[in-house]
């Protein structure tokens, strides 16, 4: 057997889940996201990956039911689908939500850091005697924390879904993950800064920290990932009545949202 044979062998005997990340592997090497998506069309005859996933995932289906009943084929190659489509549509909101929430968190940083700066700037035995300024230093110190509990959040919830369906594979290309971590080590240098500033200057000390919040909203996150992924797939598949369903009862939970994803920067607040 030649290895292109063993190699399409091996190719056709993949999971769903396994194909995907076969995927994910090859697309991670570039490192981040615009260079695998450029490397894609310099290719003479461009196809999208799913387009290729799809063809591979219906030839292991069919392979593995070779010689049952039509009927049970086509449900298995069906079946085959849904699961891969729903994968990797998973890991494109992974990475999309990861670039979406780097960007706010970049510009809520500064809006903090200035913040802070233009609270301190006067004398210190001046602003001690000044009400406002301990509010506003209280409001500044308690938002930095929640939005170092959001991106504590986000960590966990990705890997609650990665280890659920990815078999604990990393699903964020390599440069945006590292940016990640970067951006969480930053904001919580500025809540404890912030806390800091907080003690020396005498500000009523902040509610005591919920041990559960992070995973609370840990378990929303998760919905937020899985949810929006499930009905794209059903959608790309033809499926548009169990995708509405899908979208209808994920956007209904959204109509009360927990007071812990609040990030209105502290000079909106204080309108």
């Not at 461009?46 to 086509?74: F, I, N, Q, S, Y």
């Not at 200057?201 to 949810?227: F, K, M, N």
């Amino acid at each position: 057997m030649t290895a292109e044979r063993r190699l399409a062998k091996i190719e056709a005997s993949l999971s769903p889940t396994g194909l995907v990340l076969r995927w994910l592997a090859e697309a991670h090497a570039f490192g981040d996201i615009e260079p695998y998506v450029a490397s894609l069309l310099a290719e003479p005859t461009p196809a999208t990956p799913l387009d290729r996933l799809a063809r591979e995932a219906v030839h292991g289906a069919r392979t593995a039911m070779r010689g049952k009943r039509p009927e049970l084929v086509d449900a298995a190659v069906r079946r085959a689908l849904r699961e891969m489509v729903f994968r990797y549509e998973l890991v494109m909101r992974i990475n999309v939500t990861a670039h979406e929430l780097l960007d706010r968190e970049m510009l809520i940083e500064t809006i903090f850091a200035s913040q802070l700066a233009l609270l301190v700037c006067d004398e210190r035995a001046e602003r001690l005697k000044d009400e406002p300024y301990l509010h506003r230093l209280g409001q500044c110190r308690d938002l930095t924390a929640l939005r170092v509990n959001e991106l504590l959040a986000t960590a966990e919830a990705r890997s609650t879904v990665e280890v659920r369906y990815l078999d604990g594979r990393p699903a964020l290309f390599p440069d945006i993950e590292a940016a990640f971590e970067e951006q969480l080590s930053r904001s919580q240098e500025l809540a404890v800064m912030a806390m800091h500033l907080g003690e020396l200057d005498g500000v009523e000390p902040p509610e005591p920290d919920d041990p559960e919040a992070v995973t609370l909203r840990a378990s929303q996150l998760v919905a937020d990932l899985v949810e929006p992924a499930k009905s794209t797939a059903l959608e790309k598949l033809g499926e548009g009545r169990p995708a509405f369903d899908i979208a209808n009862a994920w956007v209904r939970t959204k109509l009360a949202p927990s007071p812990a994803t609040v990030d209105v920067p502290v000079a909106e607040k204080e309108r």
